[in-house]
């Protein structure tokens, strides 16, 4: 099942720009007349029919609506950049595939990467919610110091994946339907500074599993452990 997303949908009329659009007309070779599938990527599902085709959109008739299925969970991974950029586009593609609510990509003491093209990264996210059927699409921050995203969410249940002697393993902490952010390191790991305002913030530490994770891995492993504790409860 191919679905399209519209962020312009109003009074029943949808539109299609640019990948959207260019996909619909030229490599499917949608006419006027014929029905789609479309999301708006905020939870719902949408029937439309094609009314119009230009160089540079095409313009839908919505026929029918409806609700979509959303998380029952809410999962941010607040992970650091990685060197090389592909490896954190491949888990973006999979923590979206699997489940998460809100991506954050940290800027940590050892962070080598700084900076991200958002744009391609919001076309992976697009691209995986389409292809994995979600309705609702999570949200992709920009980058931010690590430091500053603890200091912004206080208030949450957040823990902190690092391997230690002491640390529980995250699938034996949490609770099925509840709200979390877990934090996920650089290459080399969070500094022994990071770790202690983190925990001086109340960040509980876990475990992942007995094997030393890449980064883009552990976040993966982390909505993998979130997803599997919420399907079978």
Known sequence: ???????????NIAILKEDEARHCS?????????????????????????????????????KDKWDGDVLDYKLTIG????????????FVEKAVEIGISRIVPLICERTEKR????????????????????AKFPYLD???????FLDSNESKEVYIAHLNDYSE???????????????????GDFTKKELEYAFSKGVK?????SSRLRTET??????QIVNTINEIT
Do not use: H
Not at 1 to 11: G, H, R
Not at 205 to 209: I, K, Q
């Open 218 to 223: 552990a976040g993966v492993v982390s909505c």
């Open 205 to 209: 530490p876990v475990t992942l599993g």
């Open 26 to 62: 030229k490599v499917l070779r949608k006419r006027v007349g014929d029905r789609l599938r479309l999301t708006d990527g905020k939870g719902r599902f949408y029937d439309a029919e094609v009314i119009g085709i230009t160089k540079d959109e095409c313009k839908l008739l919505v």
């Open 169 to 187: 393993y995250l699938g034996k902490l949490i609770k099925p339907k509840s709200e979390i952010i877990v934090l996920i390191g650089p290459e």
């Open 1 to 11: 099942m191919i679905i399209f997303y519209s962020n312009e949908i109003i009074d």
């Open 79 to 90: 992970i650091s950049l990685v060197k090389n950029i592909s490896r954190f586009e491949w």
């Open 142 to 148: 920009s980058p931010i110091k690590f430091k500053d």
């Open 115 to 134: 900076n991200i093209k958002e744009k391609r990264l919001s076309n992976i996210l697009i691209s995986a919610s389409k292809q994995s059927l979600k």
